[in-house]
């Protein structure tokens, strides 16, 4: 049987990427055609995302995905969770959307809570209040100039499919996010969206991973240099979903950790865990790929350390994060630790400083603070998936972390230490991975199941083992 190709574009909070996935048999590779960095910048007084380059980034990659692998079946597109684009009638983007990093969303958080107690919106949607859930933007979105003219609001990994095919949809994962697609159900919440006067009518219609969206259309055709029967198909849109697809679990007794800009630490599960405890521990249940369910907490992030060092280069002092890393491990272990998940931590700023303050201790280098940053991420991993398996009422035998930070040794190794677990680390590009084996699987070119899709990674992608010290 030839190689199959399918495309995946995978934007993060910091940085996107364009890769072709050769599928041949049971390996899966994946090849970078275009990089691109992100992230939220200042305009008309709020942080918004650049969606307007980020189209150009994307048109340029899948410009190089037709010149290098002009055999391509079909497009898969993830991106971070909860942000949206306002459409008009036209499909016209109204704005650039804004960044959950802004922090305007304080009123909302109020006026929703008056109408729908918080116990009643766990009861609901089954996810961990975080102030920038998209029910809370849009409650403050429709007091701004712009509601009178909206016709669609449309998750980010969507608009950039609807450009491509001129087909509005919601990808279920993605929409698990918002606060407004009920748990139980996987559908529009229709009572939590008339009590919070969103008219149903301005989500588009849901589709799962691995349904078909629509070809491309003549306009797209031209743009990309795709041939024409190119289909863009629905994958675990939100990027963690896309990840967990790709975690090489040999067992179902594991845990992961998504580490990226973001860390999102739980377990995989066949359905939600809506209990008293699980919303008193701020745990969220979200969709997965195949109807599971990912129960995690979101924690703080590789965003402490990727905002240090940009906060260390505006100084003028860059740092050398490979040295830094190797200084850090060198420190004794024991050091101060920080809350990750402090709001403070979320909007860009002086980070080194706003940690130091946290630590309450001196942090006299940045090599001091590189470890108080990973020290806290892994005591946050552990204390994570310990609770996740309590609240959930099983057991787990290994830790499984994925993404970006995969490569850090010193965190990896800290979270088998904490936890007494063994952790396996890699892929690093599970996001794209998964992208990929979704599409793959939907046209017949991977394994059915998510254990066999799992068990061909295990056997064929460079993991690194970490047994606790």
């Keep these: 049987m030839s190689p199959r190709v399918f495309g995946a574009v995978d934007i993060g909070a910091s940085g996107g ?20 960095r992100n992230g939220p910048v200042q305009r008309d007084g709020h942080l918004r995302w650049d969606l307007t380059r980020l189209w150009s980034e994307v048109l340029t990659g899948l410009r190089l995905l037709a010149r290098d692998f002009p055999e391509t079946e079909s497009v898969g597109i993830d991106t971070w969770a909860v942000d949206y684009a306002l459409l008009d009638a036209q499909g016209r983007l109204l704005a650039e959307p804004v960044s959950y990093r802004d922090g305007r969303t304080g009123p909302g958080v109020e006026r929703v809570h008056a109408r729908v107690g918080p116990e009643e919106l766990y009861a609901v949607n089954g996810l961990q209040f975080l102030p920038f859930t998209t029910l809370y933007q849009l409650e403050v979105e429709k007091a701004g100039p712009l509601w009178g003219n909206v016709a669609h609001v449309v998750l980010l990994p969507d608009v950039l499919a609807y450009r491509l095919t001129g087909v509005l949809r919601t990808e279920t994962t993605n929409a698990s996010t918002t606060g407004l697609l009920d748990a139980g159900t996987g559908t529009w919440a229709k009572d939590l969206l008339d009590r919070l006067d969103l008219p149903a009518g301005l989500l588009p219609p849901l589709v799962a991973p691995g349904d078909v969206i629509g070809p491309l259309t003549s306009a797209a055709l031209e743009q990309t240099g795709l041939r024409p029967g190119t289909l863009v198909t629905a994958v675990g849109s939100h990027d963690t979903a896309s990840a967990v697809v ?3 679990a040999t067992t179902s007794r594991f845990a992961y950790v998504s580490s990226g800009t973001w860390s999102l630490a739980g377990l995989e599960l066949g359905s939600p865990v809506i209990t008293p405890a699980s919303r008193a521990a701020n745990f969220t249940n979200e969709g997965g790929v ?22 260390w280069a505006d100084r003028g002092v860059a740092q050398d994060l490979d040295a830094l890393l190797v200084e850090a491990e060198r420190l004794p272990p024991g050091g101060p630790l920080v809350d990750v998940d402090d709001d403070a931590f979320i909007r860009p700023d002086d980070m080194p400083e706003r940690i130091a303050a946290a ?3 001196p942090l006299p280098d940045p090599a001091h603070t590189v470890r108080c940053i990973l020290d806290s991420l892994a005591a946050a991993y552990a204390s994570t998936t310990r609770r996740a398996a309590v609240l959930a009422g099983t057991g787990v035998d290994v830790i499984h972390v994925v993404g970006g930070g995969s490569r850090n040794h010193l965190l990896c190794q800290v979270t088998a230490d904490l936890t007494g677990l063994p952790v396996v680390a890699g892929p690093v590009e599970a996001t794209a991975l998964g992208n990929v084996l979704v599409q793959a699987r939907a046209f017949g070119a991977a394994p059915p199941t998510l254990e066999q899709i ?14 606790p010290s």
């Design 359 to 361: 630590a309450r201790s």
């Design 17 to 36: 990427r364009v890769m072709a996935g050769v599928v041949d048999g049971s390996l899966t590779t994946l090849h970078t055609l275009h990089r691109f």
């Design 246 to 248: 790709a975690v090489p």
């Design 454 to 467: 799992r068990a061909d990674l295990a056997a064929t992608q460079d993991l690194r083992r970490h047994v």
């Design 290 to 311: 195949d109807g599971r369910t990912r129960f995690l907490r979101n924690v703080g992030g590789l965003w402490l350390l990727q905002e240090s060092m940009r906060a």
